[in-house]
């Protein structure tokens, strides 16, 4: 008996790994990306309100820094021009208060009037109390971040002095305090000579400052 002989066909030649690696179009995969996950698609609604709240930001943040700046240049501005003035021969000159505390190298005109507008050009005597160098109690304040930045490191003994007229007042430290805002105590009329320096503590806070830092100094001699 004849058998007959089947034929097997070859098998196709297997592919190499090297070429059968899964490629994938860009374009394919974004739009596949695209319906699982809206959000994410470039220029929807959550990335334009991202990029309007970031840009608001942006603006008010170089706002107030141009505010600041310009704040402090105004400031400095206006010490240095009262300082050319207490330097110079006119009558204007001979009505200007100087302060000078040695130990913390502040050397300021003070203005007159402790409203919001002269404290933001140098520190402000108190209308109504004593002028210093004379019997009482003269009470000067100042914003804690710019002239009196370093009042707190005063301590006892610490020489103050008070420029005006012509003469040169001397006061010493005598308390250095703590107190409440509503304490209106140091500003009680005395019938010695005394220099009571106001400003907001804690000095480093961010933010409104909820209590005041006096420093009370005695007159020694005026020259």
């Known amino acids: 008996m004849r058998v007959l002989r089947a034929s097997v066909s070859p098998k196709p030649p297997r592919a190499s790994r090297k070429g059968s690696q899964l490629v994938l179009k860009p374009e394919l995969w974004r739009a596949w990306v695209g319906t699982r996950n809206p959000k994410l698609q470039p220029g929807g609604r959550r ?6 709240i970031s840009n608001v930001l942006i603006v008010a943040g170089s706002v107030l820094c141009a505010y600041v700046g310009g704040s402090y240049a105004r400031m400095y501005i206006h010490q240095r021009e009262l300082l050319q003035e207490w330097n110079g021969t006119s009558a204007k000159a001979r009505h200007l208060t100087k302060l000078s505390i040695p130990k913390i190298g502040l050397e300021d005109i003070v203005l007159e009037g402790a409203s919001r507008h002269s ?3 140098g520190p402000a ?3 109504g109390s004593a002028a210093p160098g004379t019997t009482g109690n003269a009470v000067i304040a100042g914003h804690r971040d710019t002239f ?7 301590r006892y003994g610490d020489d103050i002095y008070v420029l005006r007229s ?3 007042y001397h006061y010493v430290v005598r308390v250095r305090k703590i107190v409440e805002p509503t304490d209106l ?6 019938k ?13 806070a961010i933010g409104p400052a909820p209590r005041r ?3 009370v100094a005695k007159l020694v001699a005026g020259t």
């Open 185 to 190: 105590s140091v500003l009680r009329a005395t």
């Open 213 to 215: 830092l006096i420093v």
């Open 148 to 154: 009196f930045r370093h009042v707190h490191s005063l």
């Open 192 to 204: 010695d000579g005394e220099l009571t320096l106001i400003t907001c503590y804690p000095t480093h």
């Open 125 to 127: 005597h108190l209308s």
């Open 47 to 52: 990335s334009r309100r991202r990029r309007i």
């Open 166 to 168: 012509g003469k040169r």
């Open 119 to 121: 404290l933001l050009l």
